[in-house]
């Protein structure tokens, strides 16, 4: 089995994966099957993962905006001379 260290494990090197087969090894059926089952699942983070950057971008961006919009807002405490609410 081909491992290069420094590289994000991906979906494709799990699918990808060889094993020696030994005379009373493990059964080659049953480990390409989990090995594709963890391919899977590393192709499901990898989705969610990007959905997750892309709505973060989203709300950094509206927060941005939000900024910009009320820079010049002044903030009063209840109370205060200044406020709308009652005392």
Known sequence: MIY???????AHHVR???????????DPN??????????DEL???HRDLATANTEAERIRQALRQWQS??????HTAPGSPN?????
Do not use: N
């Not at 049953?30 to 391919?39: E, G, M, S, T």
């Not at 406020?83 to 005392?87: E, V």
């Open 4 to 10: 290069v260290t420094g590289e994000r494990l991906q």
């Open 16 to 26: 990808a994966a060889t094993f020696d087969i030994r005379w009373r090894g493990l």
């Open 30 to 39: 049953q480990v390409y099957d989990y090995l594709h089952r963890i391919a």
């Open 43 to 45: 192709d499901r983070l």
């Open 69 to 74: 919009r009320h820079t010049g807002c002044r």
């Open 83 to 87: 406020s709308r609410w009652p005392r």
